[in-house]
């Protein structure tokens, strides 16, 4: 998993092809046997310091499940089957375990509601502010390309936010609940960044973090609305979530360069693990235990500690490549 630099909840709320992830954009839905309830808490009493730190995890654990779904497919396209399945084992810890309980902590998920207004506010954040400066910013730096991508994002989420804004009428007051946007899958192979500029890359880096949270919140939406017996717009919440991964997370991986070769692949993956391990988690449960949100530090210190076995497997494979 990756540490990412705190941005806003909403801003990471909205924010990989078919191939990329063999774990479907269901993987936050119950294993057979019986839907486990979506994390559903009431406005948590949590310290503001241990809010922020939960919402830095979610981003890096939605990110890891994004990235390392795409590892997964270049290692299986170049024939290191094993590599593959260890990826994508360790993306599904990093979704369904890590996240889902941060989320949980975090109090994430309300009302289906509340969970459209949360949305609504992120989806028109990224359409209005962020994506239009991003795409002038590259227009600027001479990276057209990626202008050109963070263009038609921000014309995407002004769609879902207006999809949402009517879905939120239909639960409120009544009406129908638009239809799922389809997602136009994007293959990612390896090779180098297609910008230039740093800032531009600084900017994918960001994109990616943002699209990544929010196909993992729409998907915990999504399950909340379907317990709660409302169909349509847990479909029109999967659907989404599946345009946020597979078609903007895609695209932005493609200009960023992030899959590379499976060694490098996999050094990224070690560094970014022992981070988490060494670093960054154990410090969240220190700062968790001083302010007693005890619960979220034994969250930090569980995870710092899957995180070192993460990184110790991903060291076993490249070990192997040598």
Known sequence: MYRHSLRG???????????????????????????????????????????????????????????????????????????????????????????????????????????????????????????????????QDGDLQAAELFSEIAGDEGRHRDAFRTALTAVTTGGTVPAPPKADAVPVPAGPPKVKAGRTKANLATAMHGEALAHAKYMLFAAHARQTGHPATARLFEGTAEVELREHFAGEAVLAGLVRDTGDNLRTAVTGERHEATSMYPEFAERATAVGDTAAARFFRDTAADEARHAAAFQRELDRLR
């Open 9 to 139: 909840l909403v801003v990471g709320l909205c924010a990989m092809t078919a191939a990329a992830l063999t774990a479907p954009a269901s993987a936050l839905a119950a294993p057979a046997g019986g839907a486990p309830p979506a994390p559903h808490t009431t406005a948590p009493t949590l310290h503001e310091q241990t809010l922020a730190d939960l919402d830095t995890a979610m981003h890096g654990e939605a990110y890891a499940y994004a990235a390392y779904g795409l590892f997964a497919a270049e290692a299986d396209r170049t024939g290191h089957q094993g590599v593959g399945r260890l990826f994508r084992s360790t993306a599904r810890t990093e979704l369904t375990e890590h996240l889902r309980e941060a989320a949980e902590l975090a109090g994430v998920v309300g009302t289906n509601a509340a969970n459209l207004r949360q949305a609504i506010d992120g989806e028109t954040y990224e359409h209005q502010v962020m994506y239009r400066g991003f795409a002038d910013q590259a227009r």
